[in-house]
């Protein structure tokens, strides 16, 4: 008969070689490097290249049509590294106040509601398409109108304010 307080010994060793070995700091092959690297380069530039295109293009429209293209003005121009500046300190201020655990919880929440939304966003096509098939009309359309009547303005209100009803 084995001795079994060796076989538990050896089994200790066995999992405890194991559990070093799984917690061990990976290393990366050069072309793993490669691929992680120019995947990431090609997802930052793709959105550039593409929001250049379709810029030119509704750039083009506008003209055709004679609608005014949307500028900034000198203000907005000057403005824009004061609320940049205001942004970042108030960043600043938030990751000193709240603790790494916090923050992380925020973000993960966001996130999941984001991919919720995005992945609802996605399927809604499909959805109802499924829905169409599987409950009758009566049960799954209902129309709502809202519409909106400008009022005649009384006299103490501004000529711009209408009140709606």
């Given amino acids: 008969m ?9 089994q200790v060793n066995e999992s405890l070689k194991n559990a070093q070995n799984e917690t061990e700091k990976y290393r990366a092959t050069p072309a793993g490097m490669a691929v992680a690297y120019s995947s990431i380069v090609i997802m930052a530039l793709f ?13 083009r429209k506008q003209k055709e049509s004679g609608e005014k293209p949307e500028t900034m003005t000198q203000k907005d121009a000057a403005m824009f590294p ?7 300190f108030g960043l600043y201020i938030f990751f000193k106040l ?13 996130f999941f509601l984001l991919g919720i939304m995005a992945l609802a966003h ?11 098939r599987l409950l009758p009309s009566k049960l799954y359309r209902w129309e709502y ?7 005649p303005t009384s006299e103490g209100e501004n000529e711009g304010e209408g009140q709606l009803t």
């Fill in 2 to 10: 084995a001795d079994p307080v060796g076989d538990v010994l050896s």
């Fill in 47 to 59: 959105p550039i290249v593409y929001g250049s295109f379709k810029s030119v293009t509704h750039q």
């Fill in 82 to 88: 004061v609320i940049a500046s205001g942004a970042l």
């Fill in 98 to 110: 709240f603790s790494k655990e916090h923050i992380n919880l925020l973000l993960a929440g966001y």
């Fill in 122 to 132: 996605i399927m809604s096509p499909s959805m109802d398409h499924v829905l169409r």
């Fill in 145 to 151: 109108h809202l519409s909106f009547q400008a009022c």
